[in-house]
């Protein structure tokens, strides 16, 4: 064996002793209730959804074809872009070929050597590798800790500054204090950065996502970064804010300027579905209220979204629950170190708009067997 492949067995023996072997595997349509994705909304295989994929594949072909900077701008681009503006209050958007592409964006484009960035503990692996490339300093606060991110903003000695969170958080399902932050960053001159990866379709009536709905998207000091791939049941991202982000990250951005265009068949379906959540306005209720029953049956309080965090009392202990929950025919998730910003395991349980009575009440019933302490 070549030293390269001794190495990686090495590592793969350590992973294999801590209990954190991870695999892929494709999934079965139809073979578990799926308690895991983030396809909140149910969207994914709308018939709407998939006919402006269709629609769109067959308007402007398989891919962008270049750059967004060369020829890989797309009119459905601009729609989608003004849709997404549309939906979360932002007065520009500027769309991405992944949520980590926006995130790595933002993260670099919007800070330079004279900026401190401060990240809630628990931002998501995007974020923190956005703000590993960028040339800022990097402070991470504690977990929603306020008082934290206004210490480290009030001893900063750079001139700007970014704070970094998710509204809804991806692993712990909780909503960040976004109405505090907004008032602490303007009061230091910072930037409040809000990835609505977990918030857009589900928070908020229209599903127009957690800082829209408290009427903080259109603020000048406020970017909101976002997922396609979640309750938009395509593939993208997207960073929306004042035009001036948006001109900047056409111009400096370099996940936007050297990456190709978001594909159209992604594009069309999240523009399908932002149309279907227009139309059918009870979808981010129905996502809310079937996360409030799954969290009641596993001894949870209201979550913020339609993300559950159940915690584990070590990885085993969490994988034994993801088997027993596949062997009734549900599938949750489960979150180990490292994954988890607290080092803690979990079980990571989402709810979906388009699951049925039934289904929930069976799932319900296993979910209360799973986590009863008792
Ligand atoms: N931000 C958060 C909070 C996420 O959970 C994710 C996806 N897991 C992303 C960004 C990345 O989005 P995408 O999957 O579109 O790359």
Same mark, same amino acid.
């Given at each position: ?10 590592? *793969?023996? &350590?992973?294999?002793?801590? @209990?954190? #072997?991870? /695999?892929?595997?494709? %999934?079965?349509?139809?073979? !578990?209730? +799926? ?87 628990? *931002?998501? &692996?995007?974020?923190?590798? @956005?703000? #590993?490339? /960028?040339?800022?300093? %990097?402070?991470?606060?504690? !977990?929603? +800790? ?87 049941? *395509? ?5 929306? @804010? ?133």
């Amino acid at each position: 064996m070549t030293a390269f492949l001794q190495w990686l067995a090495d590592a *793969a023996k &350590a992973r294999d002793r801590a @209990g954190l #072997r991870r /695999s892929v595997e494709p %999934v079965r349509r139809g073979e !578990h209730l +799926d308690l895991a994705g983030n396809d909140y909304l149910g969207l994914r295989r709308h018939r709407a959804v998939v006919a402006g994929a269709v629609a769109a594949a067959g308007s402007y072909g398989g891919g962008a074809g270049a750059s967004r900077l060369v020829t890989g701008t797309l009119a459905i681009h601009e729609d989608l872009e003004r849709a997404l503006g549309a939906l979360t209050g932002s007065p520009s958007a500027l769309v991405f070929s992944t949520g980590y592409h926006a995130n790595l964006s933002a993260l670099t484009a919007l800070t330079d050597d004279e900026t401190l960035i401060v990240s809630d503990a628990h *931002a998501h &692996a995007s974020l923190i590798d @956005g703000a #590993r490339l /960028s040339r800022a300093a %990097v402070a991470v606060s504690r !977990h929603n +800790d306020v008082g934290h991110v206004r210490e480290l903003l009030a001893r900063r000695p750079q001139r700007r500054a970014l704070v970094v969170v998710e509204s809804v958080y991806s692993v712990l399902g909780d909503a960040a204090p976004l109405a505090e932050l907004v008032e602490l960053t303007s009061q230091h001159n910072a930037v409040l950065l809000i990835d609505e990866a977990h918030g857009i379709g589900v928070v908020g009536q229209r599903g127009e996502g957690l800082a829209a709905q408290l009427g903080l998207a259109g603020l000048e000091h406020v970017v909101l970064t976002a997922t396609l791939s979640k309750s938009l049941a *395509a593939q993208g991202g997207a960073v929306l @804010g004042h035009p001036a982000v948006r001109e900047h990250l056409v111009n400096t951005a370099r996940p936007f300027i050297y990456d190709t265009g978001l594909a159209p068949a992604a594009t069309g379906a999240a523009l399908a579905a932002l149309k279907v959540i227009a139309a059918e306005p009870h979808l981010p209720d129905r996502a809310r209220a079937n996360a409030n029953r799954l969290a009641a049956a596993c001894g949870l309080e209201e979550p913020a979204g339609a993300v559950l965090s159940v915690p584990m009392s070590g990885p085993g202990q969490a994988l034994a629950a993801v088997a027993r929950a596949e062997a009734h025919g549900i599938r949750v998730g489960c979150f180990r170190p490292p994954s988890t910003p607290d080092g803690s395991s979990r079980l990571r349980i989402t709810a979906h708009a388009d699951h049925t009575d039934d289904q929930l009440e069976h799932a319900c019933a296993v979910l209360r067997a799973l986590t009863s302490r008792g």
